[in-house]
């Protein structure tokens, strides 16, 4: 398994943007990395995923065109810049691995996750 710390959550104003960072130990080549968030009373929904070598991506189709998932498999890190940013998008963000998993797979088929980040933005 990989272990995962999220940071660079925050608060900011409608319209604005945030980047996300995920460190990961382990065998963090290995895995499909995924974004997922959760908001106050709902349940936790997918945000973003990245295949182990990066070359695929997928985004949920309301952060589509201003969220986008990166990873850098020399430095073990998971990102996920947040641009045009919404109330709506407030939630807790949690990064996690998947290993040898699909693009779309649901947050039960992830082996790990990090603790999570808040992202709180103000309308």
Known sequence: QVQLKESGGGLVE???????SC????????????????????DREFVASITW?????????????????????????LYLQM?????????????????YGNLRDPPAEYDSWGQGTQVTVSS
């Not at 070598?53 to 890190?77: C, L, P, Q």
């Not at 641009?83 to 290993?99: F, G």
């Open 23 to 42: 460190a990961a130990s382990g065998m963090f080549n290995s895995y499909t990395m995924g974004w997922f968030r959760q908001a106050p009373g709902k």
């Open 83 to 99: 641009n045009s940013l919404k109330a709506e998008d407030t939630a807790v963000y949690y990064c996690a691995a998947n290993q």
């Open 53 to 77: 070598g990066g070359k695929y991506t997928a985004h949920s189709d309301s952060v589509k065109g201003r969220f986008t998932i990166s990873r850098d498999n020399v430095e073990s890190m």
């Open 14 to 20: 409608a319209g604005g943007s945030l980047r996300l």
